[in-house]
Every structure is written in C-alpha cells, then in structure tokens.
C-alpha cells in the first residue's frame, strides 16, 4: 500500500492539520517545519539563515533573492530548493511519511505516491481562522486579505518551482473540499480510497 | 445526508461507471440520456431533434445553432439547457439521484448537492477505452485525438452555459483520480465522505 501522502492545500483549509490526523491514523511520521531543519543540515547553512530566507520568500521573493544571492554561483533560493528536495527524497526512501508542502509532489514525481490537495470556500477558510484564533467577525475582511495572499504565494512559488499549475486536479490524485463535510470526513474518504492501493 | 450527487468527468475516465455504481450502493436513481428525453416532453419538442440536436452540439456547435434557431426567439440551444435545467430541479426535488453531465453541479448550486468531478491521466484513460473496445495499441493515437476532442468540448460547454471553469476543484466537493486506485476505490472514497454530511 502507498504510504507516502503529499499534501498541498489551500491557507486556511485546515489540510496541514488533516494531514497530521492521516499520519497519526497511519502510525507513520509528518513533516512540515522540521523539512526546513533537515535541509539546513544537508547544505552546511546556519539555520537561522534558512529560516530568515524561507520567511522572507514569502514575504517577497525578490528582495531576499537580490540580498542573498551574490554570494552564490546558484542562486539561494534553488539552493535551497534542492536541498529540501534531497531531504524528501531521503524520507521518501526511508519510509511511509506525510509531507506537507514543499511541491513534494512534483519532487517524488516518480515515487509511490499519493497526492492530496485541500481547498476549500474563501468565506469558509475565514470564518474558521477567526475561530480558531478567537477573533471577533470585524477582522473578517483583514483575513480574507491575507488568506488570498497566501493562496497567491504558494501558488507563485508551486509554479516557479514545478511549472505547474497549483491546484489543478491533475498534480494530485485526490482533491478535497476539507470544510463541506469537516477534517474527520477526509480522513475517512483518504483512507478508504487508499486501501485499494496495491 | 446529502444523496443528490452530480457527476462531471473526463472523457474516459470512467466517471459515468463510477456514478452507476454509486446509484446501485445507495439505492438511488442514476440519470444521464434519459434527462433528455424527459426534457423533451417538458417542452413539446420532437423527441428526435431533441437528440439530434445534441449530438450535433457536440459534433459543431455553431453549424446547428445556425440551423436550428432560426424558427425561435431563444436560440434552440439555450431553450434545451433550460428545459433540461428544469428537469434537473425536478428530479432533485423528487428525492435522493446520482446526475451526470449537464452542469448539473451548477444548475442546482442552491442546493444540497455532492459535486464529484472524475479525472485520469490521459495515457491510462487511453488504454482503459482501448480494452473497452477491445481494440489494439495502433488505435492508441486515434483514441487519445478523441478523449482530448472530447474534453475540450465538455469543457466549452461547460464555460458557456455556467462561466465557471470545468475541472477546477473549486467547483465540487471532491475530484477523484478514478484510474489511480480504481473504481471501487472511488465508491469507497465518496461513500466515506458522504457518511459525515449532516
């Protein structure tokens, strides 16, 4: 059976937190962050450089871009890129394992894998931040701002990378609307959709 | 729990199967060509010119809006959608059905739908056709002409009776590579996510 599940998603959707309840129902490792960490160790780049980069890239590529690319022959942020992808493949090949992010999609292309995108209504994604964060109904316009800022920069960064399109069917093999029928729902429809998996 | 299900899919894919067997599981009724039939009757129409009518559209759309319209105030194509569109409220009024094609996602986008869009990769869509048929490999280019053919005129339907893009997961609740794992997975998968909705 596939054990190895990517998962792309929407801001907001809850697909990160999805996928940590596939990871915890599978009994196999998840991975988000921690890919950062690993990567840093596998090119000999201080950490906190790393972090400050990765924050930045989605801040504004091309600044951070500019400021630290003079240093390099390949420019940091594919450098970067790289090693991140050296480390999915090492987790790849070391075991089943959820991955959040990072185009491990396009990444493992070749891989046993299986492909989830979760997305679901912009009002929806709101209204379950605010909740989550226990904020009032007025910051709903400020955060359908930043949910739609969000959903752009993964999508630049998913097309920069993979040149693909983010969030279209074909990259994954499942898509999921994770806030029509809730979290324990998708759990349920991933899980029954893999054990026919050979 | 929601039992209206409306089905679009990729030529090949498998979906109308899919649909068929989801009908059968839960017990519900499955329409596809016979809308047009009861269409039809909902608006005095010649049931043959109905069905000539339709298989023109998808033959060239321009060349029998041209012939056929020019005896109507509402261009014939448009009269077809909407008569069919009725007959879509209709039979989810009547109770819980399996639809497929039609818009029927967007037609009854007031209601309490489950919208599944089925997709495959076009090489497998291909080879599934090609056993379907039982047809040999040298059919293989020929065949894949027709699925993209086909697709694209889904797709253009689609654009113009609704303005929403065919195949974007925004449109539906769940996309399914239905050729990944099969289509039982598929039933297994949508039947899952069905058991959550209140």
């Keep these: 059976m596939t054990k190895i599940i990517t998962i792309s998603r929407e801001f907001g959707s809850g697909g990160r ?9 599978l009994g196999i490792p998840f991975y988000d962050k921690e890919l950062i960490k690993m ?9 906190h450089i790393f972090e400050m980069y990765d924050q930045a890239f989605m801040d504004k590529h091309e600044t951070v871009h500019d400021i630290l690319t003079y240093t390099y022959e390949v420019p ?5 890129f790289m090693a991140q992808s050296r480390v999915i493949h090492r987790l ?6 959820v991955i959040v992010g990072r185009c491990a999609d396009m990444v493992l ?20 931040l605010l909740a989550l964060d226990g904020l ?18 993964r999508k630049d960064y998913y097309q920069y990378y993979t040149g693909n399109e983010w969030g279209k069917p074909k990259n994954y ?3 999921l609307d994770s806030l029509k029928a809730g979290m324990d729902a998708c759990v349920a429809a991933v899980t029954a959709y893999m054990a026919y998996l050979g």
């Design 173 to 175: 093999h499942l898509c």
């Design 76 to 80: 940091m942020s594919d450098q970067i």
């Design 39 to 47: 990567a840093a160790d596998d090119i000999d780049i201080e950490e």
């Design 92 to 97: 790849a090949q070391h075991g089943p394992c």
């Design 136 to 153: 009032p109904e007025e910051n709903a316009k400020k955060v359908e701002q930043k949910v739609r800022e969000v959903d752009q920069k």
């Design 109 to 128: 292309k070749d891989e046993q894998c299986l492909n989830l995108y979760f997305y679901a209504n912009v009002k929806k994604r709101v209204q379950r």
């Design 17 to 25: 937190q999805i996928g940590h309840m596939l990871a915890e129902k």
